[in-house]
């Protein structure tokens, strides 16, 4: 029954937006549902205001098309929401000009650039291997991305916007900081093969910037958008007196002890895993963090 609901006016918008990417890229709706994995009839009654679009399926049309979850919900990529934008090197680039089958062969080629390198590592990846896993030429691979250290550069953008997707769809109705906070430690947890994958591009990125002075811009543009979401969360925190005065000084330690733990659990150190991991950060929150110690939150449940 909950499907014939009408939909909110902001969800409207929402729809209005996806039917207009359909009819930008020729899509029928049958085809449109298939490749991001909805029913029909489901895409078609959120397409007519009367099923909300749910979180994960912004996510697999925003992948689809090319588009971010912030221009589906809010019509801009720059809209104000409770995590950053990406900004400089790191900021989604314009879909490239040409046919709809174009950017798809350009989508699938980053597709499968982004899961070999975080699979086999940078170096063990070759555009042979690009090619064959995408089903197209080497020549095809170069035309879209002239050199490899490009492919990494667009992996690590690919990262960036995973996650800024995937936080802007989870994160947008979380009121509460404290909550919100602990659902953007969550979303960030080297936690099922699609975050391990994420961490692996960063770790490789992290290596290759030490010893790459030409890579660090985008690297430091990519970072930047994490550091200031929890920069964000921790500032309204405070403003509401939840966390504790200056608690934005903390985002720096907060942020450094995720990046050590989560490397610590993606070299499989004895001891480690996601759920230490998450235990750590949500102690050092309930320490350093927050104004008045929390003995009521749920751990498991972050919003």
């Not at 230490?276 to 919003?303: K, Q, S, W, Y």
């Amino acid at each position: 029954m909950s499907d014939l609901r009408p939909a909110p006016p902001g969800d409207e918008a929402i729809a209005s937006r996806v039917r207009q990417l359909l009819e930008r890229d020729g899509w029928t709706q049958r085809r449109f549902a298939a490749a991001i994995g909805l029913e029909e009839t489901k895409l078609s009654k959120a397409l007519a205001g009367r099923r909300r679009f749910a979180a994960g399926e912004l996510l697999a049309i925003a992948d689809v098309t090319g588009e971010t979850v912030n221009r589906l919900l809010h019509g801009r990529d720059d809209a104000r929401t409770h995590t950053a934008v990406p900004v400089g090197r790191a900021a989604t680039r314009e879909q490239p000009a040409g046919s709809r089958g174009s950017r798809e062969t350009r989508r699938r080629i980053l597709d499968a650039a982004w899961v070999l390198i975080a699979d086999r590592g940078y170096h063990r990846v070759r555009t042979a291997d690009v090619a064959h896993a995408c089903g197209t030429s080497p020549a095809a691979i170069h035309y879209h991305f002239p050199s490899r250290s490009e492919l990494l550069d667009e992996a690590l953008r690919h990262n960036v916007k995973l996650a800024f997707d995937r936080q802007v769809a989870a994160l947008g109705e979380i009121a509460d900081p404290h909550r919100r906070l602990l659902r953007l430690i969550d979303l960030q947890l080297p936690d099922g093969e699609l975050l391990r994958r994420e961490w692996s591009i960063w770790i490789q990125v992290w290596a290759e910037s030490a010893i790459d002075p030409s890579r660090r811009e985008l690297y430091w543009d990519s970072y930047d958008r994490w550091f200031r979401s929890v920069t964000m969360t921790l500032t309204d925190g405070a403003g509401t007196g939840v966390f504790v005065r200056g608690a934005a000084d903390l985002a720096r330690p907060l942020t450094a002890l995720v990046d050590g733990l989560g490397i610590q659990v993606m070299a499989g150190t004895p001891g480690t895993g996601p759920d230490g991991m998450r235990a750590v950060l949500h102690d050092f929150i309930d320490r350093a963090v927050l104004a008045c110690p929390d003995t009521t939150t749920n751990r498991t449940e972050n919003g």
